[in-house]
């Protein structure tokens, strides 16, 4: 689940437990809890059929723990449950003697749901489908043995999801509710606190001329998890806030902003050279500059009430001030500038380059931050970064098929063979196989060892059924079973209210407590009912397992490939300038997050700690390379006559080297075979660097205005900081064992 700064409590406060209810665990652990036993009270008071119905729905709903338009998600519930109901009192209704068009509308109504649950971010109201889905199942479970009856069961099971649906909604919306706008804007805030920590660390190296600064290495790592934290939100916010995914356009350019700002800190400690004779002419002006970013930091980091907009900084004075220095210096015939070799030159220009881009991000995050909607506060203009068309998104179109299958052979297995614990197996089968595997980018383990979780899964059941024979007796009691149901919850509320995504174990607990709950232990319970109540959930969890190594098995390392090959193919479209550059920059900012997330969870032995510090290593160079192709999406004209004339053919020679180098890439990590020869750019790079060289000599350079010499040196800087980076990529890329760990299908 998504990070969530807790309100602060007041020092003076001398009650110590008030404290424990600031933690989002305890307050999440009560919530669940209490969901649960209200959907049980109401289903008892109303006379429901099956109260177990009703704690699952709330069980399965509560996940969604952010508030946001809460009369389109009421109705938007009960109309996913409603219309389920109708669909699968039609189906069953009017084709139980035709078991082959009853199993093909079941199928097709679970698998479009399950699409439609997991498409991001076109799906708007993805829970009303899981509600349909839900549902359609639910009544399909009970009606196919007794079609009979089936406007009876369809209308037990809708009234039991409702009860289930409101009281989650209600327990959601109405106690410690939160708020995906206000977490976002406090993970942003995170985010930025470990950027400035970092932008401080790596100034002071520069200006002092100390290379590799301690603590680095560990404010990247940090960043990298505060970017998770902004990286789920943002989905887990389109899903569950209709306010939040109304400007979706608004996040995601601050999540570009953020990534921006810090490849631009880390530029600063790249291509140094002995420039410390040219920074102590300089070292009143860095100093002052480096005041002004840290006063601009800890503006933008300043928690302030919605509507209360930052105060100004002295960035762009303290920046002048700067620029006039170093004109002067250029302009100087005994300066410093025209006494120190070429490669010096261009590296402090270099870097004098990246700590003006850090203070264009520092603008633009501040405009970012202005743009993100804050609760009670009307929303800011909509930035419509692209023209959005759904696409088809494959991954839930794989998952969709493999739940509506799960469910059919659930359903075939129910009528034809008659297993135990009939009523929960289809329901068990679907859930297995959606909710543990299509959450693997924010962090799970998808298909990785499924039937070995099965196994031991299997064996806690036979514990749990074991510890029900003793105990069943003593839940005869409302408020016994009520206090067994609200405690085991709280416990797994609070280990699980940090996590993200949905995960196997988290299935096991729910269905377990909707198991208990059905035993209705106020009648006394045979010790069959209980096996098979727990064999049924069991053979489902099987049923999902056997389909998801069967069809299209999520693995750690396969989505760590496709992640990588798709960072590559979008990294070649920016730099020719193909489909829309802002969805791009999106993708680009996106995909090494997940690519990180998903590369932590491979768990082959081929992958040994030195393979996952290479992998880390590779996708760091990745993000460098995404940095300095931003720039080269500019039009190359922005360069001066004489510099456009000089430079051209290299650049485009360049150009054209790098397209080449990312589709060997892209072709490596589409075959998983990094044993081969990728293209060098290293001619290239020395072609370049002469004619940089014949320039300055011929004084062209000494000629250019001081803005404009800047931005021209500024894009050649980011095409070598380009060249460097992907021939870094090249270089690990050879000495990854890919082919060993990628065909690893663990069972």
Known sequence: MARSVAGAVSAKNDWPILGLFSDLRVRYGIKLGLAAVLALYWALVLRLQHPNWSVLAALILMP??????????????????????????????????????????????????????????????????????????????????????????????????????????GVTTLIWPRYAREEFFDAARTGLETCGKLLVIEMDAYIHQRKGPQGAEKMQRQFESDLAVVRNLLQIGARESTNFGARIGNYNAFLVALMDLFQSALNLERRREDESHILESLRDELEGLDAAIAEEFAILTQRRPAGVSSPPSQLRTQLGQLDQKIDSMRTALDSVLRTSSTEVVGAFLGHISALRAVCNDLENIRDALQGLPRRGQALPEHKVLWDYLPAIDWFWVKNGIRGGLASVIALVLVQSFNPPGPTVLPLSAWLFTILSRGFLRAGGAGDLGIFQRAFVAALLFILTVALLLVVTPFLSDYVAMSLVLFGILFVYGFLTAKQAGYGFWMNVVVLSV?????????????????????????????????????????????????????????????????????????????????????????????????????????????????????????????????????????????????????????????????????????????????????????????????SDLFRNLEIVNRYRSVADALEECSSIIRTLELHRYVGDYRL
Not at 94 to 110: A, E, K, Q, R, W
Not at 144 to 161: C, S
Request: proline share 4%.
């Open 514 to 706: 909707s198991t208990l709950v059905g035993l209705n232990a106020q009648v006394p319970v045979p010790s069959t009912t209980i096996i098979d109540s727990f064999l049924g959930l069991t053979t489902g969890m099987v049923i999902a397992a056997v389909v998801g190594r069967v069809l299209w098995p999520v693995l750690p390392q396969e989505v760590f490939r496709e992640d990588m090959r798709n960072l590559f193919i979008q990294l070649k479209a920016l730099l020719n300038r193909v489909g829309s550059a802002e969805k791009i920059r999106t993708q680009l900012a996106i995909l090494p997050v997940e690519a990180q997330q998903a590369a932590r969870h491979i768990r082959s032995g081929a992958c040994s700690a030195e393979e996952q510090a290479k992998i880390t290593r590779l996708i760091e160079a990745a993000q460098r390379s995404v940095t300095g192709s931003l720039a080269l999406v500019s039009d190359l004209r922005v360069l001066s006559d004489p510099l456009y004339a000089a430079l051209k053919p290299e650049l485009e020679r360049l150009r054209a080297g790098f397209s080449g180098m990312l589709e060997s890439f892209v072709d490596c990590f589409r075959e998983g075979d990094t044993q081969r020869d990728f293209p060098s750019l290293s001619d290239l790079m020395a072609k370049l660097a002469d004619a940089m060289r014949t320039l300055r000599e011929s004084g062209a350079l000494a000629r250019e205005d001081l």
């Open 64 to 169: 969604a723990q952010h508030v946001g338009a809460i009369g389109v998600k009421v109705i938007m519930r009960l109309v996913g449950t409603l219309g389920g109901a109708l669909l699968g009192i039609w189906l069953v209704g009017t084709y139980d003697t035709s078991p082959i068009i009853l199993l093909s509308g079941i199928f097709l109504i679970v698998a479009l749901a399950t699409y439609k649950f997991g498409q991001y971010p076109a799906s708007q109201v993805p829970y009303a489908y899981y509600l349909t889905g839900l549902t359609v199942l639910t009544v399909s479970t009970y009606g196919v043995p007794a079609p009979g009856e089936i406007w009876q069961t369809g209308l037990n099971r809708t009234l039991e999801t409702i009860v289930g649906a409101l009281c989650a909604l």
